[in-house]
C-alpha cells in the first residue's frame, strides 16, 4: 500500500488568489493523479501527473488554470490558479506503484474560495 | 472512453440483512475493477478489487462478481453492520486510469 498525505487540508482564499496544495507519497509510485470532487458528487479526474514531463490534462482541464509538477517518484504539487467561487471543492491526490492495481487516496485538501 | 454507471443511487437496509450494489461499464478491455468506500469527510479507501481472469472474490463480509460477458460487476455486503453506511463508488480503467461511477449511499439502518 501507499501513505498519502497532503498539504493544506483546508484553506478558505480569495477570489483571484492561487493556492498550491502538495501531495506527498511515503513510498516510490509509478503514477501519481490530482481529482476533484463536488460535495455528494463522485471523483473527476483533473490530470495525470508525469514524472519529469508535463502533466496529462482530461478534458476541461488545461494547464494554465491548474498547473501540476511533479519533481520525483513521491512528490507532486497541484496549483489552483485564478480562483473563482466555482473552484470550491475538495482536491484529492491519488497515487499507485503499478500501471493498472491498487490506487490509494490522500485525505484531500477542502477549498473554499470566497 | 470509458463510461461506468452505477445503480442504486442510495440503498437503505436494516442491520444484517446483505446490500448489493451494481456497476456497468463500457470497455470490453477493462481488466481491473476496484470498489472504494467513502466515510463522510473521509477519503476513499479501497476496500475490494477483482481482475478479469476471475468471477468472484471474498473477504469476511464482502464481495465482488464480476460478469465480463454482460460488463457489469456488483459489490456484496452481507450481515451489515452501522458502519458500513457510507458511500461507495466502483470505478473501472481508462487506459491506465480510473473512471468512477456516480456513488452510492449505503445507509445501515438498526
Known amino acids: 500500500s501507499a501513505v498519502i498525505s497532503q498539504k493544506p487540508s483546508r484553506d478558505i482564499c480569495q477570489r483571484g488568489t492561487s493556492l498550491t496544495i502538495q501531495c506527498q507519497v511515503d513510498?516510490?509510485?509509478?503514477?501519481m493523479f490530482w481529482y476533484r470532487q463536488q460535495p455528494g458528487q463522485s471523483l473527476t479526474l483533473i490530470a495525470t501527473?508525469?514524472?519529469?514531463?508535463?502533466?496529462?490534462?482530461e478534458s476541461g482541464f488545461v494547464i494554465d488554470k491548474f498547473p501540476i509538477s511533479r519533481p520525483n517518484l513521491t512528490f507532486s504539487t497541484l496549483t489552483v490558479s485564478n480562483m473563482s467561487p466555482e473552484d470550491s471543492s475538495i482536491y484529492l491526490c491519488?497515487?499507485?506503484?503499478?500501471?493498472?492495481?491498487?490506487?490509494?487516496f490522500g485525505p484531500g485538501t477542502r477549498l473554499t474560495v470566497t | 472512453g470509458e463510461n461506468v454507471e452505477q445503480h442504486p443511487s442510495t440503498l437503505s437496509v436494516q442491520e444484517g440483512d446483505s446490500a448489493v450494489i451494481k456497476c456497468t461499464y463500457s470497455d470490453s478491455a477493462s481488466n481491473y475493477f476496484p470498489w472504494y468506500k467513502q466515510e463522510l469527510g473521509k477519503r476513499p479507501q479501497l476496500i475490494i478489487d477483482i481482475r478479469s481472469n476471475v468471477g468472484e472474490k471474498k473477504d469476511q463480509r464482502i464481495a465482488v462478481t464480476l460478469n465480463k460477458t454482460a460488463k457489469h460487476f456488483s459489490l456484496h455486503i452481507t450481515e451489515t453492520q452501522p458502519e458500513d453506511s457510507a458511500v461507495y463508488f466502483c470505478?473501472?480503467?481508462?487506459?491506465?486510469?480510473?473512471?468512477f461511477g456516480t456513488g452510492t449511499q449505503l445507509k445501515v439502518e438498526l
Open positions: 470505478a473501472a480503467p481508462r487506459a491506465n486510469k480510473l473512471t
Open positions: 491519488s497515487a499507485r506503484k503499478e500501471a493498472l492495481g491498487e490506487q490509494y
Open positions: 513510498s516510490q509510485v509509478t503514477m
Open positions: 501527473a508525469n514524472q519529469g514531463s508535463e502533466a496529462t490534462y
